[in-house]
């Protein structure tokens, strides 16, 4: 089932790119992005930006949310870019749990920025453990399996230009998308 389409994600990313724009402005921002789900979203969001912003990326390993909820996750690899007295904003497709975005704000807090903001695609409030602050938000979701547009379901699907939710039962390409659609 379709969620977003291709154009309504586009005017979300405008939306989101005019209001960082105006807050950032003269600020040559760090944006760090989170791998690999925010891929996507981050090359949109940057060309959307039009002002100069450098960029890098941290990988989490998540553990299994559901079994393990205390554990926190993990940085996998970090930045190479120091964001030492700079104004860094975490792009992150989504957040569901908080348990990623938390992991990459404690990490990153750390590393003593200038200022620490977070701008996210999609938001799953329903979800939440833990509570993360959102700065930037595109939309907010229901809680349902969202795949495309940089988000997997077993590394399948990240390709697709339109975000959808997968459907119960749903493991081959998502027979719901069709060229040109969305
Ligand atoms: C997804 C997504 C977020 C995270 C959000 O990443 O890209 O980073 O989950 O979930 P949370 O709020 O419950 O922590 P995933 O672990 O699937 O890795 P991926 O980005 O490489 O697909």
């Keep these: 089932m379709l969620l977003l389409s291709s154009q309504e994600i586009a005017r979300g990313v405008q939306r989101l790119a005019q209001a960082i724009r105006q807050d950032y402005a003269g600020c040559n921002p760090l944006l ?17 930006l ?4 450098e960029i890098d990326f941290v990988r989490v390993a998540t553990y299994g949310s559901a079994t393990l909820p205390s554990r926190p996750a993990r940085i996998l690899s970090g930045v190479r870019i120091s964001p030492k007295g700079r104004d860094v904003l975490v792009v992150e ?13 404690t990490y990153l807090q750390r590393l003593s920025p200038r200022s620490l903001r977070t701008c996210v695609l999609l938001d799953k409030p329903s979800r939440r ?7 930037y938000r595109g939309f907010t979701l229901p809680d349902r399996f969202a795949v495309g547009y940089g988000l997997d379901k077993g ?8 975000i959808y939710a997968l459907e119960e039962g749903e493991h081959g390409p998502a027979p719901s998308h069709r060229r040109g659609e969305g």
């Design 93 to 105: 497709d989504i957040v569901d749990t908080g348990y990623t975005t938390h992991a990459v704000l």
């Design 32 to 48: 760090v992005g989170v791998l690999k789900g925010a891929f996507i979203f981050l090359a949109d969001l940057v060309r959307a």
């Design 155 to 162: 590394e399948a699907y990240r390709w697709l230009p339109a």
């Design 129 to 135: 453990r833990i509570p993360v602050p959102i700065d």
């Design 50 to 53: 039009g002002m100069p912003v």
